[in-house]
């Protein structure tokens, strides 16, 4: 790995929903910005959000670290400042992994179950990322004909996904914060492994109060229900509190 302090900003790669991606001067690092911006609907609905790319990078950040101390493999590198990350380069399969130990959003909407009943075991679901068609639910053989994934890149999404949830899920009891779900993405490094990608925050997890049952995510937002950052702001100081006890 090239010395990291010596690595350069380059041109936009790509601008996301919320993050900004750019090339380096090293091809296999790219940096990422996070953006004061929320979305909903696929984009649909826009609203720009002081500090809120903050919270997220910082997040995200410090869960990517502490998935890879417990051995999970993911594209972090390093958080340059409060809005600014280096990661790993991947091309990223184009599954959204969603992973549920209790029923809420799309899962209650199609199968119409209660909130926040819970799962015997996590349940994982594939979406198919693609914002022409709305992101669809998809299953595992529609994503082999659709050559999105290989069988083996399949099962391995499936094992790490199941490993990222249990680690999620104590770090999250830890600061009396319940594990509803949450989207996962991977990517294929240039050696072919599959590794963990994209972000882990509050705009791609449900998190409940244990006490209050109280959203602590994007479901504030979705749902109209107040301030979104200063909601993502005191679950960034509970991990912070509970990193530092
Ligand atoms: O909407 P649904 O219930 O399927 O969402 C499941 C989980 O995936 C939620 O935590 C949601 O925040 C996340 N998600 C996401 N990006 C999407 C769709 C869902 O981060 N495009």
Redesign the pocket.
């Known amino acids: 790995m090239a010395e990291l302090a010596e690595i350069k900003k380059q041109g936009l790669l790509y601008r996301g929903k919320a993050k900004e991606m750019y090339t380096t001067n090293h091809s296999d690092i790219l940096w990422v910005h996070y953006l004061d911006q929320v979305t909903a609907l696929?984009g649909k609905r826009k609203v720009q959000m002081t500090d809120k790319g903050k919270t997220n990078c910082v997040i995200s950040s410090q869960l990517f670290t502490d998935l890879r101390h417990q051995g999970i493999k993911n594209h972090f590198i390093k958080q340059l400042d409060l809005t600014d990350q280096l990661v790993q380069r991947v091309q990223i399969i184009p599954l959204?992994t969603?992973i549920?130990n209790y029923a809420?959003?799309?899962?209650?909407?199609r199968y119409q179950t209660e909130y926040l009943q819970k799962f015997s075991q996590p349940v994982i679901?594939f979406?198919y990322k693609n914002d022409v068609l709305d992101?669809p639910f998809l299953n595992d053989d529609d994503a082999l004909a659709l050559g999105l994934a290989t069988n083996d890149q399949i099962s391995e999404i499936r094992q790490i996904a199941l490993q990222v949830n249990q680690h999620l899920i104590q770090i999250f009891e830890k600061i009396n914060v319940q594990l509803?779900?949450?989207?996962l993405e991977f990517g294929v490094t240039k050696m072919g492994t599959v590794i963990l990608a994209d972000e882990l925050s509050p705009?791609?997890?449900?998190l409940v109060d244990v006490q209050t049952k109280q959203s602590l995510?994007?479901?504030i937002f979705r749902q109209g229900l107040g301030e979104m950052v200063p909601v993502y702001e005191k679950v960034l100081q509970r991990l912070q509190q509970s990193e530092e006890a």
């Open positions: 696929n959204e969603v549920r809420s959003g799309s899962f209650v909407k679901e979406f992101d509803v779900d949450f989207k705009d791609n997890c449900r995510d994007k479901d």
